[in-house]
């Protein structure tokens, strides 16, 4: 207990592998060892009852740390596709189902985008990070990445709907570019690098 109390990381309130890998490249430079909540210990079926991506991303934050007094990060991300006025949205795991493959759930959002011109397949992934300190703080912060919904399922990179998330720019789906790009430009890269400015000031804080 002293051991890992003196040992500086951040437990990381999630149970998705795929976010997993994502954010342990994104924070390898934070000098705190990045630790899963399974890695921790820890066992938690948080209800994200939140209306925001904010709001759930601070409720998983909060019950984990009051669970095992770390700092703990969360994020709460999503798809927001325009022409289904903003659905998945928060709902984006939830969508046809949690245990419904993406194979299936890529499938139908393409059907139901259908006949839908490319000026209207606009859509973004958005990502809310929460940080709760074990002194009751909670730092958040968000991030963007804007696209549109493409016209078939491509690539076998990243996960969930990545492989119907096209960047026009670069002539791919999120699912077709390298993890580092991926990392570069999404919405979870953009606002965990910012949680670290935000985090790393608030550590040096408390040191003072
Ligand atoms: P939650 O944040 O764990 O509630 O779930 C977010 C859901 O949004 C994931 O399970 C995916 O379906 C989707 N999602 C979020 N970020 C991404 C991403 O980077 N690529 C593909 N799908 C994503």
């Keep these: 207990m002293v051991h890992r109390q ?3 990381r951040i437990v990381f309130a999630t149970g998705n592998e ?4 994502e954010i342990r490249m ?3 430079d934070m000098g705190m060892r990045v630790v899963s909540m399974r890695e921790a210990g820890i066992e938690a079926e948080i209800e994200e009852n939140g209306t925001t991506f904010e709001e ?3 409720i998983k934050a ?3 740390m009051e ?3 770390e700092i703990v990060m969360a994020d709460d991300s999503g798809l927001e596709i325009d022409y289904l006025d903003g659905a998945p949205g928060v709902y984006s795991a939830r969508f ?3 245990d419904t493959s993406y194979d299936i759930k890529n499938s139908a959002l393409l059907e139901k985008l259908r006949s839908v011109p490319e000026e209207q397949r606009s859509a ?7 940080c709760a300190l074990p002194d009751g703080r909670v730092l958040t912060s968000r991030g963007v990445m804007e696209g549109i919904i493409g016209w078939e399922i491509r690539g076998e990179n990243g996960f969930g709907y990545d492989p119907i998330f096209y960047l026009p720019e670069y002539g791919k789906t999120s699912a077709e570019i390298s993890p580092e790009l991926k990392n570069e430009l999404s919405h979870r890269g953009k606002a965990l690098r910012e949680m670290k400015r935000q985090l790393s000031a608030a550590l040096q804080e408390a040191e003072r």
């Design 56 to 58: 759930n991303a601070v």
């Design 6 to 8: 003196m040992e500086k």
């Design 62 to 64: 909060r019950a984990v």
């Design 18 to 21: 795929g976010k997993m890998r």
């Design 26 to 28: 994104i924070l390898k």
């Design 67 to 69: 669970r095992c007094g």
């Design 96 to 98: 046809m189902g949690e």
């Design 124 to 130: 973004r992934f958005v990502c809310a990070v929460a």
